[in-house]
């Protein structure tokens, strides 16, 4: 019971801090509201909940004996976050008003999380911790799944529901701007630590 704790302190702990899917989202529900950002808040949590389950049922260790493909998709995902926080930066109030800008959609949500950094060390670190010889690996699998279900959507949806809240406050054009642009800024730094052991690697 004490480990199951611990679990769910792991997943409270790595849902609610800042990273490029709770950013995102908030960015999201500041530009688009909360009715246009459920299939990217829908894309965030399946697609977690897929790589984590296909990491444990082997797809980690194909990694790891691969690790140039481990390190091209780091890359990948890397320069794929910055172009993210490029078009969160440059999004215009009016581009967003007009329906000329759109949220990430469920699919790009999804494979999304391919390329998340901090997915990848979420999901390593929860298996690695929470599984065990001495215990039926399938099921510990199961639980860490269903623990980051009832613990990381409702973490997801605050950042969702805050930045809902913040568009009835910023509601000049150049308020939304300024946001966006500080938004970008974040998710931009978020991606230096994976990109720079990328190229280093290489």
Do not use: D
């Not at 004996?65 to 794929?80: D, E, F, N, R, T």
């Not at 959507?153 to 910023?170: D, E, N, V």
């Amino acid at each position: 019971m004490e480990l199951f704790w611990t679990l769910v302190f792991f997943a409270f702990a790595t849902s609610i801090t800042p990273g490029p899917n709770n950013i995102m989202i908030m960015s999201s529900g500041v530009n688009y509201g909360v009715q246009k950002s459920l299939a990217h808040l829908a894309g965030i949590q399946l697609g977690f909940l897929l790589m984590l389950l296909a990491v444990g049922l082997g797809a980690g260790l194909i990694l790891q004996q691969q690790p140039l493909l481990h390190q091209l998709i780091k890359l990948v995902g890397s320069v794929y976050l910055l172009y993210l926080a490029w078009k969160i930066a440059s999004a215009e109030p009016k581009q967003i008003e007009t329906g000329n800008s759109k949220p990430l959609s469920f699919t790009q949500a999804l494979l999304f999380q391919w390329v998340n950094a901090k997915a990848w060390v979420m999901i390593t670190g929860a298996i690695a911790a929470f599984t065990s010889l001495q215990g039926v690996y399938w099921q510990q699998l199961t639980l860490i799944a269903l623990v980051f279900l009832l613990v990381g959507l409702p973490c997801t949806i605050s950042w969702l529901m805050f930045g809902a809240g913040l568009k009835r406050l910023l509601t000049a054009p150049e308020q939304r701007r300024w946001f966006n642009r500080a938004m970008g800024a974040l998710l931009a730094l978020s991606v230096l630590p994976p990109l720079w052991q990328a190229l280093q690697w290489s």
